[in-house]
């Protein structure tokens, strides 16, 4: 008999004359770890199998960037999301619908926080999956002039130029970035766009007029959601105007439709 089988028989003679409540102790005692080691990668496989079944396509995504998180308007985002799903009759079983409010564009994009997000936004937007890009004067302006938005003008239908025209936001495309470098990084060593005045309402100021966006400044319930309420304070003007709420839809979108819905959904132009 060897050594091994053995130990088997003392240790089986040892259980047989043991209570219950004794056979546990001592299992615990020599296999806590073995068993704590089990339970961990049966739980992780669990997870993983979870979040691998739960886990859906966006069916509309819109970034909501350097919006201000209040008591009042944390839970609005998410609220939102349910409430548009079953308007823009989207199948609950096959998509999710985000409103994302996390995305923190600081001036500042030296700090990493920004570096992230930067990162992940153009992450997002390569891969198709934003609809809509909701964001103020000076970080919309910035994706605009790296031509990331539709021109409107040529996106829109009739009746959607007829209805929403009047709130246009416009880049001037004589001014896009030439590829040399990114807006989102480096600074105009010559000029700094901040001290330029533009009039982004007013097409006939601009030499090359694009229509990328939609103020949503007043009058909706984005707007009434207090989100961008920071920008009422004057230090927030850009470019020689008070700063906008503005709305684009980024060329990498392939349902532009659906971010017209949403303008609908928040009631905007009514």
């Known amino acids: 008999m060897s050594v091994v089988e053995e130990i088997r028989n003392e240790q089986k003679k040892a259980l047989s004359t043991m209570t219950f409540r004794e056979k546990l102790s001592y299992f615990w005692y020599y296999y806590k770890i073995h068993t704590a080691v089990v339970l961990a990668v049966v739980a992780f496989a669990a997870l993983f199998i979870y979040q691998y079944v739960t886990n859906k396509d966006y069916g509309f995504y819109a970034a909501f960037v350097n919006a ?82 539709y021109d409107l003008e040529t996106l829109f239908s009739e009746e959607e130029l007829a209805k929403y025209g009047a709130y246009f936001y416009y880049t001037d495309a004589s001014t896009f970035a030439d590829g040399s470098d990114d807006t989102f990084y480096a600074e105009d060593e010559l000029t700094d766009p901040a001290d ?73 132009c009514e």
């Open 68 to 149: 201000q998180l209040t008591y009042d308007n944390a839970d609005l985002a998410a609220e939102w999301a349910k409430e548009f799903q079953t308007y823009a009759q989207i199948d609950p079983d096959e998509y999710q619908v985000y409103l994302d409010t996390s995305i923190a564009l600081s001036q500042d994009m030296g700090s990493q926080d920004a570096l992230s997000n930067q990162e992940k936004m153009l992450a997002m937007l390569q891969a198709g999956i934003v609809h809509a890009i909701v964001a103020e004067t000076e970080t919309f302006e910035k994706y605009a002039q790296n031509e990331y938005f």
């Open 196 to 268: 330029l005045v533009i009039n982004h309402r007013d097409p006939a100021s601009m030499e090359r007029p694009v229509a990328v966006g939609i103020v949503l400044t007043e009058d909706n319930l984005l707007a009434e959601a207090g989100y961008y309420d920071y920008l009422s304070a004057p230090e927030q003007d850009y470019q020689g105007y008070p700063s906008d709420i503005v709305l684009g839809i980024p060329v990498t979108c392939k349902e532009p439709e659906l971010a017209v819905r949403f303008l609908a959904f928040i009631k905007f």
